[in-house]
């Protein structure tokens, strides 16, 4: 009797539950987890699972996600969901990898924690049943706390899975997961919100904005920056974020792609802001006076403003560490280079530009 099975692995209360009860049946499980930069605050920790199954009865694989799912994301066959959460399209991507997997080791089923009726795009019995076609997993897909509310699998006909110990769980209310869990002993389980990034409605709009500006584009590494910040779009294509808070900031420089290009007020205390487009000068000065209304100089009449390109797009070592003044400013600049150097290890150029903050009504006009 074959007992291996592929389960999907979200880290949430309800995936813990379908491994549990694929577990209590004798199996061995091959959990995926698919990792992006659009799932926040996941633990990718396995205490819980330590904690209530056998070591030995489970293994943990993380996907990451890569531009295959940025093109489900763009172009969902079955639509989206309140935001930009394609969640079937998502599903049917996920188990498809799932399916690969089975058949190269040989599994019996995959199994998710999905509950009928729990949601309201992806949950309802004929988007289960549409999962499980456009995944190619018909009849090898089962959902264990639901299963008997569903047709038999492959898995429960033939005897290999027992169908009587399965659940027959549908719904919102939570109530019986959360007796399960208390059954079961499992203690400090997520709270079921998901941190999809997709389904926040800023996020979202953020997302869209970069479409619309660049052509129905998006990278990966766009995602990270998505999530944090003052976003502007000082004009088609051309997209500035400012930092926060130190932690932002940081962020910002830890993110910051080839090509685009850091700002930060010289001498006084205030944003990283990051540039992504094709910059013209007018763009270089907004960027910059935008940058300088969130900093402490905010009132002053002309501030100092650092820009640097990220990466090697400079070529050879020459341009490396490479200065432009194109404004005179008092003596700071030998210690805004400093300060910049401290910042990066990547190839950098700098220039220093002299501007005014900008005014708030201006900077509506540009924020997405
Ligand atoms: S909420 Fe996000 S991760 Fe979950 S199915 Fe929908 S799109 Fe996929």
């Known amino acids: 009797m074959n007992k291996l099975a592929i389960g999907l692995y979200s880290g949430g209360l309800d995936s813990i539950l379908a ?32 904690s209530i199954l056998p070591k030995e009865s489970f293994c943990l694989r993380e996907i990451a996600l890569g531009a295959d799912f940025l093109q489900v994301i763009r172009s969902p066959k079955y639509g989206y969901g309140k935001n930009l959460n394609p969640c079937l399209d998502c599903k049917i991507f996920m188990l ?14 995959v199994f998710t924690g999905e509950v009928l009726g729990q949601r309201p795009m992806s949950q309802r019995r004929d988007a289960l049943r549409i999962i499980e076609r456009d995944s190619g997993l018909s009849r090898y897909l089962l959902r264990p706390l639901s299963a008997r509310l569903l047709p038999p699998t492959l898995a429960e006909e033939s005897g290999v899975i027992r169908r009587e110990a399965l659940l027959d769980i549908s719904g919102r209310s939570r109530k019986r997961q959360m007796e399960l869990a208390r059954e079961f002993g499992i203690v400090n389980y997520p709270s079921p919100a998901g941190g999809c990034l997709l ?100 009132n002053k009449a002309a501030v100092a403003v650092s820009c640097v390109l990220s990466g090697n797009s400079g070529g050879g070592g020459s341009s490396r560490h490479r200065v432009l003044t194109v404004c005179p400013v008092e003596d700071c600049s030998t210690r805004a280079i400093s300060d910049l150097a401290q910042w990066f290890f990547s190839p950098i150029k700098c220039e220093i530009l002299t501007v005014c903050p900008v005014e708030d009504c201006l900077l509506e006009r540009y924020r997405i």
């Open 19 to 50: 491994v549990k009860l694929i577990v209590d049946q004798g199996f061995q499980v091959i959990l995926l987890r698919f990792t992006s930069p659009i799932f926040e605050g996941r633990q990718s920790e396995t205490e819980i699972l330590n």
């Open 96 to 109: 498809k990898k799932a399916g690969e997997i089975l058949k190269e080791g040989g599994g019996a089923f």
């Open 199 to 298: 389904t926040d409605e800023s996020f979202a709009k953020r997302l869209k904005a970069i479409w619309a500006a660049n052509d129905n584009q998006i990278r990966m590494e766009d995602l990270p920056l998505l999530k944090i910040g003052r976003h502007f779009l000082i004009r088609p294509g051309v997209r500035l974020i400012v930092g926060r808070n130190q932690a932002e900031n940081q962020k910002i420089l830890a993110n910051a792609s080839e090509n685009s290009w850091l700002f930060r007020v010289v001498n006084a205390p205030g944003p990283v802001s990051l540039a992504q487009g094709n910059m013209e000068e007018a763009d270089f000065e907004l960027a910059a006076s935008i940058t300088a209304r969130y900093s402490d100089a905010k």
